[in-house]
T-cell receptor, first 111, second 112 residues
C-alpha cells in the first residue's frame, strides 16, 4: 500500500510568521499535487509538480519537489488569516494509478 | 464560476431513505470520481468513471450505487445507509484518468 505522510498534522501560527509543511512517501511519485480545502468546501488545486527538484512559486507560497521524487514541501511566507485551511498533498505513483491523498495539515493563522 | 458543481450541498436522511447525489462538470473532462471524506482519514476513492465506463470500484458497499449517464454528469444513489456513512462526499473530474483532478464543493451527508 502506497502512503503519503503529511506533517505536521496541525499548525497554529500568528499572522506574519513563516511556515513549512511536508509530504513524504517511501515510493517514487510520478506527479504530486497540493490542494487547499476550506471548511465545508472541496479541495482547490494549488499546484502540480512533476519534475524532481522542481520549485514553483504562487505569490507567498513556494512548492518544492524533492530530487528523488519521494517528498515535497510547501513553504508559506508571511502567513495571513486567509491562508487558514487544510493543506492536502496527493500523488500519482505511476501514470494512470488512482490519486493517493495524505491526511493533510490543518493550518490556522491567527490575526 | 466553478467547473464542478454538486447538489445538494447538505443532506440529512434516515437509514431507510433513498436519495441521490448529483455532480456536473463543465470542463470537458472524460474522467469523473466519487470520494468520501471522513474526519481524521485521508480522502477515500470510491468510484472512477472514464469515458462513462466504471474503471474503479474500491470495495464500496452495495448501498452506494454510482451512475454516469454521460461524460458531464455523475450520480451517487444512496439506499439503506448507516450512521457511519455520514461524511463529506466529493466529486472530481480530470481530462484523462491520470491527470490533475478538479473537485466540486461536496455534499455534507448526515445519516440519522
Amino acid at each position: 500500500t502506497q502512503l503519503l505522510e503529511q506533517s505536521p498534522q496541525f499548525l497554529s501560527i500568528q499572522e506574519g510568521e513563516n511556515l513549512t509543511v511536508y509530504c513524504n512517501s517511501s515510493s517514487v511519485f510520478s506527479s504530486l499535487q497540493w490542494y487547499r480545502q476550506e471548511p465545508g468546501e472541496g479541495p482547490v488545486l494549488l499546484v502540480t509538480v512533476v519534475t524532481g527538484g522542481e520549485v514553483k512559486k504562487l505569490k507567498r507560497l513556494t512548492f518544492q519537489f524533492g530530487d528523488a521524487r519521494k517528498d515535497s514541501s510547501l513553504h508559506i511566507t508571511a502567513a495571513q488569516p486567509g491562508d487558514t485551511g487544510l493543506y492536502l498533498c496527493a500523488a500519482h505513483f505511476s501514470g494512470n494509478t488512482p490519486l493517493v491523498f495524505g491526511k493533510g495539515t490543518r493550518l490556522s493563522v491567527i490575526a | 464560476e466553478t467547473g464542478v458543481t454538486q447538489t445538494p450541498r447538505h443532506l440529512v436522511m434516515g437509514m431507510t431513505n433513498k436519495k441521490s447525489l448529483k455532480c456536473e462538470q463543465h470542463l470537458g473532462h472524460n474522467a469523473m470520481y466519487w470520494y468520501k471524506q471522513s474526519a481524521k482519514k485521508p480522502l477515500e476513492l470510491m468510484f472512477v468513471y472514464s469515458l462513462e465506463e466504471r474503471v474503479e470500484n474500491n470495495s464500496v458497499p452495495s448501498r452506494f450505487s454510482p451512475e454516469c449517464p454521460n461524460s458531464s454528469h455523475l450520480f451517487l444513489h444512496l439506499h439503506t445507509l448507516q450512521p457511519e456513512d455520514s461524511a463529506l462526499y466529493l466529486c472530481a473530474s480530470s481530462r484523462t484518468g491520470g491527470d490533475t483532478q478538479y473537485f466540486g464543493p461536496g455534499t455534507r451527508l448526515t445519516v440519522l
